[in-house]
């Protein structure tokens, strides 16, 4: 069955970075893309980038760029996500989940809460 | 790249329908038909309702069904149930291939 498993709960300083991977199982990994989304306590879904691991071309938010960064690993059919120059309103539970383009995503990770505080 | 705009909440009596709009523009739902529907239980993860403005999923309820008029998406809730008191978001893919989700919409079943 198709599992996207991701890395536990971060707590970091402003201005640090954080890594979340999202490793997969269950399907090809190469066929599908991984989007990421993040949602802030009490707050509504934000959507944060996508890549596609056939040829790695990714798109991010607009208000993201420069500071997220989404990476694969084919050889554990894995995928990052690295975001840097936390702040505070960074803290959110972020979600992987599997697909990339028309937005219907049936395959989630089960969320990482990361945490920013001083 | 705004939100989409979503009611912040709707509450029906069991047994009656509601409908929840998702209002964009034409970069986003009035460009193409790739709008999707999320239902999120508190502490849960999304799940997928709707996709490709009126396709329902695998296993979710004949209840649920998608439409679109220009740049307004509905969700409409048949025959509400106390199991329907969720969250629910409205995603559209837009015209420079980014996706963008709605304000969210909270269901009070009554």
């Known amino acids: 069955q198709v599992q996207l498993v991701q890395s536990g709960p971060e707590v970091q300083k402003p201005g640090a970075s954080v890594k979340v991977s999202c490793k997969t199982s269950?399907?090809?990994?190469?066929?599908?893309?991984i989007t990421w989304v993040r949602q802030a306590p009490g707050q509504g879904l934000e959507w944060m980038g996508w890549?596609?691991?056939?040829?790695?071309?990714?798109n991010y938010a607009q208000n993201l760029q420069g500071r997220l960064t989404l990476t694969t690993d084919t050889s554990t059919s894995t995928v990052y996500m690295e975001l840097k120059s936390l702040r505070s309103d960074d803290t959110a539970v972020y979600y992987c989940?599997?697909?990339?383009?028309?937005?219907?995503?049936?395959?989630w990770g089960q969320g990482t809460l990361v945490s920013v505080s001083s | 790249q705004s939100a989409l705009t979503q009611p912040a909440s709707v509450s029906g009596s069991p047994g009656q329908s509601i409908t929840i709009s998702c209002t964009g523009t034409?970069?986003?739902?009035?460009?193409?038909?790739?709008v999707s529907w999320y239902q999120q239980h508190p502490g849960e993860v999304p799940k997928l309702l709707i996709y490709?403005?009126?396709n329902r999923h695998s296993g979710v309820s004949d209840r649920f069904s998608g439409s679109k008029s220009g740049n307004t998406a509905s969700l409409t809730i048949s025959g509400l149930q106390a199991e329907d008191e969720a969250n629910y978001y409205c995603?559209?893919?837009?015209?420079?291939?980014?996706?963008?989700f709605g304000t969210g919409t909270k269901v009070t079943v009554l």
């Open positions: 989940a599997r697909g990339y383009g028309s937005g219907s995503f049936i395959y």
């Open positions: 269950g399907y090809s990994f190469s066929l599908y893309g």
């Open positions: 890549i596609s691991v056939h040829n790695g071309n990714t």
């Open positions: 034409s970069r986003d739902v009035g460009g193409h038909n790739y």
């Open positions: 490709d403005v009126n």
């Open positions: 995603s559209s893919y837009t015209t420079i291939s980014t996706l963008v």
